[in-house]
Nanobody
Framework: QVQLVESGGGLVQPGGSLRLSCTAS????????MAWYRQPPGKERELVAS???????MYADSVKGRFTISRDNAMKMLYLQMNGLKPEDTAVYYC?????????WGQGTQVTVSS
């Protein structure tokens, strides 16, 4: 059984930084692709960044150069370092684990960027 728990969200001023963390349980983390998604108020959930089992990364155009995704397989942790935050980054952020059989989602953490 896989469980994902996000943390690190909160209220931050424009231009500020936050680091989101996702803690995974279970034994498949190291062989699974991981990703961060977000769902802004009233909008569809969207992909923010992803990282493969080998560490290859991909970013949405809207966050390139500002966000960095990383993983620690030994600790079963996924991270999202967010710098230069903008009001349009306000959303609930979710981590997702994908293996060959299933997908798993966390419960989400709220990020609000406002002055």
């Amino acid at each position: 059984q896989v469980q994902l728990v996000e943390s690190g969200g909160g209220l931050v001023q424009p231009g500020g930084s936050l680091r989101l963390s996702c803690t995974a349980s279970g034994s498949i983390f190291s062989r699974s692709a991981m990703a961060w998604y977000r769902q802004p108020p009233g909008k569809e959930r969207e992909l923010v960044a992803s990282i493969s089992t080998f560490g290859s990364t991909m970013y949405a155009d809207s966050v390139k150069g500002r966000f960095t995704i990383s993983r620690d397989n030994a600790m079963k942790m996924l991270y999202l370092q967010m710098n230069g935050l903008k009001p349009e980054d306000t959303a609930v952020y979710y981590c997702k684990l994908t293996d060959i059989l299933s997908q798993y989602w966390g419960q989400g953490t709220q990020v609000t960027v406002s002055s």
